[in-house]
């Protein structure tokens, strides 16, 4: 099958507007994978006013496009935040398999609303998109990915840019050539170390101009200049860019993981950026249920431990009003699930069968039960023993089952991981947390009043 059949079998017809044509400014043919999302989204988009330049309050759910997506972490999020999704393009055949078996057994269970069609999943390379397609500007709602993170990640190599799996330069292209209303993309926390927070600007960069498009052969630090120098030609093509880093426990997710988010959104459609998202849980507030209200051990119908002095003292955290939610701990994770069986599937959980042989070493001491997860990492060579472990106050030790470190990641017990464990765990561990993707999900149509 040639590269062109491949975009074909997609089934998408490619029917091109005039007003398409008109604004397009990358070629002639659009990607028949693409296609689809802007035809659907364009009669909305007739809708906008030229004068206001603000976004449509249709009624349809507004469309997503997701790269990288993995197993379908933020493709999840999303759809609980609104969010109805065109394609999701992602390259390994086992999260694929996941996405499709997710995606049939929600239909099955839920009806008239599913997470996304099981055709809509396409097995495809990002760069091989690109490398096979002329891609045009178009009216998508939004473009969501977190472009493959190892060669920034403390748990990869971490090569940066000069790393074949950066995958910035290839969602930066898609951006381009659809120039959809919002971009979201999350990463890595390391991007902001001082050795690769540079090129971090730099996407940053090309963000807010993506018009300005690298020349053949052209060093990053040369576009980089070039960038500085020019101001954006059209306000229709840039975008406003909001940078966020966020640990995911301040928003409810079981889990300290700290991301950094780029939220953009076309400058046509607002005189300001996207505000930053507001925390809802707090460190202060878990400690002042756990020493001072002794609200967390009643909870979980625990005798409270006996408190040092130092916890006391953070305790006195309680004389204060406190408006945030406490974090949520692994004990408030995994509560209602059965004791996991070594080998054994638990009857009426999935995924949730035990593993033996926890050991402690170095480096790898596990997650306190009552205390955020350590971050659910993927790993280069497998799963991460030290983070997927679960440490409890008498000194016990065990691996979190799959379910266990899915719960963390805050997906729903009715989504399923197809595969060993390992590819799971990976899986897990490479997801965006489901919560998290969900409040900026929210945050996102919140500021375009849809």
Avoid at 168 to 177: H, M, S
Avoid at 341 to 356: F, L, Q
Wanted: with cysteine; hydrophobic share 35%.
């Amino acid at each position: 099958m040639s590269s062109g059949d491949q975009y074909t079998d997609l089934g998408i017809r490619l029917r091109p507007s005039r007003d398409d044509v008109e604004r397009s400014f990358l070629g002639i043919v659009r990607s028949p994978l693409i296609e689809n999302v802007i035809e659907r989204s364009a009669m909305n988009s007739e809708r906008v006013s030229e004068n206001t330049a603000r976004i449509s309050k249709s009624t349809e759910r507004p469309k997503s496009l997701e790269l990288f997506a993995g197993a379908g972490g933020m493709a999840l999020g999303l759809h609980f935040a609104g969010f109805e999704h065109t394609a999701l393009v992602e390259i390994e055949a086992k999260a694929c398999t996941t996405l499709r078996h997710n995606a049939t057994l929600w239909q099955m269970r839920n009806g008239l609303l599913p997470l996304w069609k099981p055709t809509a999943v396409h097995q495809i390379d990002v760069c091989q998109l690109l490398d096979n397609a002329s891609l045009h500007q178009g009216t998508l709602d939004l473009i969501a990915g977190g472009p493959p993170c190892q060669p920034f990640s403390l748990g990869g190599v971490h090569a940066g840019m000069n790393d074949s799996r950066n995958m910035f330069p290839a969602a930066l292209e898609i951006v381009r050539g659809l120039q959809p209303k919002f971009v979201l993309f999350e990463n890595v926390a390391g991007l902001l170390r001082s050795g690769f927070l540079p090129y971090f600007d730099y996407v940053e960069m090309q963000l807010r101009d993506p018009l300005c498009v690298p020349k053949k052969g052209e060093e990053w630090q040369r576009h980089r200049d070039r960038l500085t120098r020019r101001k954006p030609q059209s306000s229709s093509s840039s975008y406003l860019v909001t940078r966020q880093l966020v640990n995911t426990a301040d928003f409810g997710i079981p889990q300290l993981r700290k991301r950094v988010l780029l939220m953009a959104i076309r400058a046509d459609l607002a005189d300001s950026p996207i505000p930053l998202l507001k925390t809802t849980h707090s460190e202060a507030a878990l400690r002042a249920e756990q020493w001072g209200s002794n609200n967390y051990w009643e909870r979980h119908g625990l005798t409270p431990p006996t408190v040092s002095s130092e916890r006391e003292h953070r305790a006195n955290h309680k004389k204060h009003r406190l408006t945030e939610l406490p974090w949520r701990t692994v004990r408030d994770a995994i509560a209602g699930l059965p004791e996991p069986m070594n080998g054994i599937e638990s009857p009426g959980v999935s995924n949730h069968v035990g593993v033996p042989g926890a050991r402690c070493y170095p480096g790898h001491t596990g997650s306190e039960i009552d205390w955020p997860s350590k971050t659910i990492k993927a790993g280069v060579h497998g799963v991460c023993g030290g983070e997927a472990m679960i440490r409890y106050s008498d000194g016990r030790l065990r691996y979190m089952t799959v379910r266990e470190a899915a719960r963390i990641q805050t997906f729903p017990d009715d989504y399923e991981f197809v595969g060993a464990r390992s590819h799971a765990m990976r899986h897990i561990g490479n997801a965006v947390p489901v919560e998290l993707a969900r409040a900026v999900g929210r945050h996102i149509r919140a500021h375009a009043e849809w």
